[in-house]
């Protein structure tokens, strides 16, 4: 059995680091400009999403937020159905690697719904 663990890392600037553990997801959120900025990297799989999601609702404070992908080196069917979900509520993909988004645009089993 795997042992999945989070593990939160606050520094002095305010940049908080979250290390998801098993499959190795590392995210970096900054804020510009009262927006929140969530630097992924690594794996995004299905044993993620709800974390992640989590995550996102609870920034409540700001306006906007986005998801920089640029650093993502592997996601699966349920990510990349998060991952739409996520653009269909308004958060902005930077940086999204061109296999992730032509699986989000031609994905026909993506849902756009919630997904917690």
Request: hydrophobic share 40%.
């Amino acid at each position: 059995m795997t042992h999945n663990t989070t593990i939160f890392q606050y520094f002095s600037t305010g940049l908080q680091v979250a290390l998801l553990r098993a499959g190795m997801l590392k995210i970096r959120r900054s804020e510009d400009k009262g927006s929140a900025i969530f630097a992924l990297s690594g794996r995004i799989e299905r044993d993620r999403v709800p974390e992640l999601q989590t995550l996102f609702d609870s920034e409540t404070e700001v306006a906007n937020m986005a998801l920089d992908l640029e650093e993502v080196k592997l996601v699966d069917r349920e990510a990349v159905r998060f991952l739409a979900a996520c653009e269909a509520r308004g958060i902005q993909l930077r940086n999204c690697p061109s296999y992730i988004r032509e699986w989000i645009e031609t994905g026909s089993d993506t849902n756009h719904e919630s997904l917690s």
